[in-house]
C-alpha cells in the first residue's frame, strides 16, 4: 500500500487541456505535412528541442544539455541537491510519418507531473525530466542513442562510425549542438545517480484497448536485433536475357522476404517478430534486371534465446536460396540487443499506484524498444503504458484519448511522488 499518497488537483498551467494543446504544438514541428517527421538533429527537431527547453525555463527548471545531446531538465527542493534523482522522461524524435503522441506524451505529461509536485513539501530528492536524444533508428540506424550514451553502453568509436543515408555523421551533428564524441564518457550517469526512472509511452499495441484496460505496466522490453543482406545478381536488359537463366538479385530478394515472414510466423507465439523494412535495388532502371538488391531485416523479441533461433533460421533461409537463385548473398549483423527485465520494484508501486488512484491495469511485455530498458542498467526504471487507438504506431493516424492521457499522468505522478517523498 502507498503510503502518504498526494493528492493530485491539476493546477492552471499543468491540467490536461494544458498537455494536449503542448502535445499539439509539437506536432507542428515536422519536415513534412504526410504524419509527423521529425529525425533526428534535424531543424524540425531543433524547433521541437527548443519548444520543450522553454517550457522546461518557464516552470522553473535548471536546463543541461550532455554531450549526446540529451535535455535534461531538473528542479531540486531545497536541501536535495546531493540526493540521486527521481526520473522520467522520453523523446521527441520520429519515424518518417510518425504519430503525434509517441515519446513527446512522456516528456509533456512528465513535465506536468513535476509541475504537480514542486508545491509538495515531502519531496527528498531532485525531479527530472529527460528528452533523449535519437531515440528513434530512422536516421542513424541505431535505436535509443541518447539513453545508450547515458547509460554508457556506446562508445565515442561507435559513434564515429555513425552516418546517415545522405553520408551525414552523427559526429558533424553533434559538433553542430558544441560537442565532440571523444566528450561522450561525460554524457554517461553513475549508477547511484537516478534513484529511479519512469517512462510514459503510448502502448503501440492492442491489450489494453481490447481488454479495455486503462493503464498497461511493463515487465520486460524487446530489443532489436538489424541486419543487412546483400543479394548479387547480374544486371540485364529486361527483354534478352532468357527468364531461366537470369541471376535476378529481386527474384531472390522476393524469396528472402517471404522466407523471413513465414520463419516469424512460427516464433509469434514466443513474443518473437521479423521483418523485412527497407529494400533498394540497383541500378534501378525500369528495363534492367536487377543486378543487386540491399534489404534490411528487424527482429524483435522479448526471450533472447527465441531471437537467436530465429536469426538462424533466416541465415540458412537465405543460404539456400542463394543456392537455388543462383544468387550470391551477404549477411551483415548491424546491431544485437538482449532484451531487458524492467524493475519489479517500480512494478509493484507502479499497481499501488492505479489501485489507489481506481485504475485498471495489467503486467505486459513490451515488443518495443524504449529508453527506459538501457536506464535499466545503472538505475531501477519502469515503463508505464496507455491505450493508443487500434493500436496504431509509426503512422500518422496514431490516436491517444484524452481521458487515458489523464489517467497516465495521474498515475505517473503518484509514482514519481512515492519515489522522491
Wanted: with cysteine; hydrophobic share 40%; glycine share 6%.
Amino acid at each position: 500500500m502507498l503510503k502518504g499518497a498526494i493528492t493530485i488537483q491539476a493546477n492552471n498551467l499543468y491540467d490536461i487541456k494544458s498537455v494536449l494543446t503542448q502535445i499539439e504544438q509539437v506536432s507542428q514541428f515536422s519536415q513534412d505535412n504526410a504524419g509527423i517527421t521529425r529525425l533526428a538533429f534535424t531543424p524540425a527537431d531543433y524547433q521541437a528541442r527548443n519548444y520543450i527547453i522553454s517550457l522546461m525555463q518557464t516552470s522553473g527548471l535548471t536546463v543541461h544539455i550532455d554531450a549526446i545531446g540529451n535535455i535534461i531538465g531538473r528542479f531540486v527542493p531545497e536541501g536535495t541537491d546531493s540526493s540521486p534523482a527521481v526520473a522520467t522522461g522520453s523523446h521527441l524524435d520520429t519515424v518518417p510519418s510518425g504519430g503525434k503522441y509517441d515519446g513527446v506524451l512522456g516528456i509533456v505529461c512528465g513535465l506536468a507531473a513535476i509541475n504537480r509536485l514542486k508545491s509538495q513539501s515531502d519531496i527528498r530528492h531532485p525531479l527530472e525530466v529527460i528528452v533523449f536524444a535519437a531515440k528513434e533508428s530512422s536516421r542513424f540506424n541505431l535505436p535509443t542513442i541518447g539513453s545508450k550514451a547515458m547509460a554508457g553502453l556506446v562508445t565515442a568509436a561507435t559513434l564515429n562510425a555513425i552516418k546517415d543515408q545522405d553520408g551525414i555523421a552523427l559526429a558533424a551533428e553533434l559538433a553542430a549542438i558544441g560537442f565532440q564524441t571523444k566528450q561522450i564518457s561525460t554524457a554517461s550517469r553513475s549508477k547511484n545517480s537516478i534513484k529511479g526512472f519512469v517512462e510514459l509511452h503510448i502502448e503501440q499495441g492492442q491489450v489494453l484497448e481490447q481488454g479495455r484496460i486503462r493503464i498497461g505496466i511493463v515487465d520486460k522490453v524487446s530489443a532489436p536485433t538489424r541486419l543487412k543482406i546483400t543479394v548479387r545478381g547480374t544486371a540485364g536488359h529486361s527483354s534478352v536475357a532468357p527468364i531461366e537463366e537470369r541471376q535476378d538479385a529481386l527474384v531472390s530478394a522476393a524469396m528472402i522476404i517471404l522466407a523471413v515472414r513465414n520463419i516469424a510466423a512460427e516464433y509469434e507465439y514466443q513474443g518473437t517478430v521479423a521483418t523485412v523494412t527497407i529494400l533498394k535495388t540497383y541500378p534501378g532502371s525500369i528495363n534492367v534486371i536487377p543486378g543487386q538488391v540491399e534489404m534490411w531485416v528487424d527482429i524483435r523479441g522479448t526471450e533472447h534465446e527465441s531471437v537467436i533461433e530465429i536469426l538462424q533460421e533466416i541465415k540458412d533461409a537465405v543460404s539456400s536460396i542463394a543456392d537455388d537463385y543462383n544468387t550470391p548473398v551477404a549477411i551483415e549483423v548491424l546491431s544485437s540487443e538482449k532484451p531487458i527485465l524492467l524493475d519489479d520494484t517500480i512494478n509493484q508501486i507502479m499497481e499501488a499506484a492505479c489501485c489507489k488512484l481506481k485504475q485498471t491495469s495489467v503486467r505486459l511485455d513490451s515488443r518495443v524498444s524504449h529508453d527506459a530498458m538501457n536506464i535499466a542498467h545503472i538505475a531501477p526504471a519502469g515503463v508505464l503504458l496507455i491505450p493508443c487507438k487500434d493500436g496504431i504506431s509509426y503512422n500518422a493516424c496514431q490516436e491517444a484519448a484524452p481521458e487515458d492521457i489523464a489517467a497516465g499522468l495521474d498515475v505517473l505522478t503518484e509514482i514519481l511522488y512515492q519515489l522522491a517523498k
